[in-house]
C-alpha cells in the first residue's frame, strides 16, 4: 500500500465529503424547549428512536439531556442501551417492550419496558416473580389497532387485587391515531378512551399525545407529552404552518456540470427528454442515501399523480430534479442559473434551511419523518450550534 506524509492528510473531512449532514444542536434543543412550553403543565419527554431521527441519538440525546429532557422514548433495547451513556440520570421507555433474553440489559441500563401485549404482560410477570419490583409502562390501545393491551383488559388490570405486588407501572399511554388530523373526530373518542384508562391508574403518569396531539390543546396533555417529529423541525399537523425551527441539512456535492443539447435525454429509460439545451449537475447522492427514486422528474409512477418531482437548492435558487434518481447519483437542472454560477465541487442543499424537509417528502410522496430515517451512511456530520460553529 502506498504511503502519504503527513501533507496528504485529510484533516476536514467534512469539507472534503461527498454527501454531508449539518445538525444544528440549538435549533433542536430549541424546538424541545418550545414543545415543552406548548405541553403546558405536562413534562415533555423526547421521542429518539431511529437513531434520534437520523440525527444521530448520541449527540442529539445528550443535547437534550443538557437541555432539561428527564424523559425519552426510544424503540429498541440497543437504542436505549446507547443513550443511557449520554442521558445518565434520564427514564428511558422502551417502546418494543422486553423480550425472553433481554431482562440482563434492561435491569444493567436501568430501562423501561413498555408492556404492549397480553403475552408480554404475562413474561413480565415471570420475571418479577424472578427479580423483584421493577418499573414498566403500559400501552393501551384506545383505536390504533397497532400496538396496545386491549383496554377493558387493562382497565380490569388496574383494579385485579390478585396482581403481584411487584407489578408497578410508572406511566400508562396511548396514541393517537390520527393526531396530524385535527379535524377527525377520532381524536376526541380516543381522548374519553384513554380518559377511562388514565382513571383506573390514578396516581399513575399518563401520556397520550406525541407532536401532533401536543397541538390539539390541554386536554390531550395529561401528565406526559412525547414529542418526536417537530423537535427534528418537521410538520406534526397537516395544514398547519410549521413553526419549528429546522435542524437538519443535507448536502451533496457537484461530481460535474455538462452542457447537453435539446432532443437528447437524461438518465435511465431516457425518462427525460430535453427541449431545450441544457446545463445539468451531476451531484453525489442517490437512493442509497436516503434521496428516494420516488422524486425522479418522469420513469416513475408518482409523477402519474403528482408532477412535479424533486428541488435541490443551490446559487440562491431552487432548482429541478432531470429524470431519475440512481443509487448514488442524481442530476439537477441548472440551465436557467446565471453561466458558471454551478461548478464542480459546489455543494447542492437536498433538504435544510432552504429546502424543508416536510417538501421534500411530499415530492417523494411520502412525510417529512421517511427523509429524516432514511438518511445514508455515507454522509458525513457535523453538530454545530446557533450561527453555525462547529462543535
Given at each position: ?29 430549541d ?54 451513556l ?36 404475562a ?33 380490569a ?12 407501572p ?15 373526530p ?37 401528565d ?38 435539446a432532443?437528447?435525454?437524461v ?7 430535453l ?15 436516503g ?19 424533486g ?9 429541478p ?52 430515517t ?18
Amino acid at each position: 500500500m502506498t504511503e502519504f506524509s503527513d501533507t496528504f492528510e485529510d484533516e476536514n473531512t467534512f469539507d472534503s465529503a461527498g454527501l454531508r449532514l449539518t445538525v444544528n444542536l440549538t435549533a433542536l434543543t430549541d424546538n424541545w424547549k418550545d414543545m415543552a412550553r406548548r405541553s403546558g403543565k405536562a413534562r415533555a419527554a423526547a421521542v429518539v428512536k431511529a437513531d434520534a431521527y437520523g440525527t444521530g441519538i448520541e449527540d442529539a440525546g445528550e443535547a437534550l439531556y443538557l437541555a432539561g429532557a428527564r424523559d425519552f422514548f426510544v424503540a429498541t433495547v440497543d437504542e436505549g442501551v446507547t443513550l443511557r451513556l449520554y442521558a445518565p440520570e434520564a427514564r428511558i421507555f422502551v417502546l418494543s417492550g422486553i423480550w425472553p433474553g433481554t431482562e440482563r440489559r434492561f435491569f444493567e441500563n436501568d430501562l423501561v419496558p413498555v408492556i404492549s401485549s397480553e403475552e408480554q404482560l404475562a413474561f413480565w410477570m415471570a420475571v418479577l416473580a424472578d427479580y423483584g419490583d421493577y418499573p414498566c409502562a403500559l400501552h393501551i390501545d384506545t383505536g390504533f389497532n397497532r400496538l396496545g393491551l386491549p383496554m377493558e383488559e387493562a382497565i380490569a388490570l388496574a383494579d385485579d387485587v390478585s396482581r403481584p405486588a411487584s407489578f408497578s407501572p410508572v406511566l400508562v399511554m396511548s396514541h393517537l391515531t390520527c393526531g396530524d388530523d385535527h379535524t377527525s373526530p377520532i381524536n376526541r373518542q380516543q381522548l374519553e378512551s384513554f380518559r377511562r384508562v388514565s382513571a383506573a391508574y390514578e396516581g399513575i403518569d399518563s401520556s397520550l399525545a406525541a407532536s401532533g396531539g401536543i397541538f390539539l390543546g390541554s386536554d390531550y396533555h395529561f401528565d406526559v407529552t412525547r414529542p418526536g417529529i417537530t423537535i427534528y423541525g418537521g410538520e406534526a399537523v397537516t395544514g398547519m404552518a410549521n413553526p419549528m425551527r429546522p435542524v437538519v441539512t443535507a448536502e451533496a456535492r457537484v461530481i460535474q456540470v455538462r452542457t447537453v443539447k435539446a432532443g437528447e435525454a437524461v438518465s435511465y429509460g431516457r425518462a427525460m427528454q430535453l427541449t431545450r439545451d441544457s446545463r445539468l449537475a451531476i451531484v453525489s447522492a442517490g437512493y442509497a442515501d436516503g434521496y428516494m427514486r420516488s422524486q425522479s422528474s418522469g420513469g416513475v409512477p408518482l409523477r402519474q399523480v403528482v408532477p412535479q418531482g424533486g428541488q435541490g437548492f443551490i446559487a440562491g435558487r431552487r432548482v429541478p430534479v432531470a429524470g431519475r434518481i440512481t443509487m448514488d447519483l442524481t442530476i439537477f437542472d441548472v440551465t436557467d442559473l446565471p453561466e458558471n454560477s454551478v461548478r464542480s465541487g459546489d455543494y447542492i442543499e437536498l433538504f435544510g434551511r432552504n429546502m424543508p424537509v416536510d417538501d421534500v417528502a411530499r415530492a417523494a410522496g411520502t412525510i417529512g419523518y421517511e427523509i429524516l430515517t432514511s438518511i445514508g451512511l455515507r454522509h458525513e456530520r457535523r453538530y454545530v450550534e446557533d450561527e453555525g460553529a462547529a462543535l
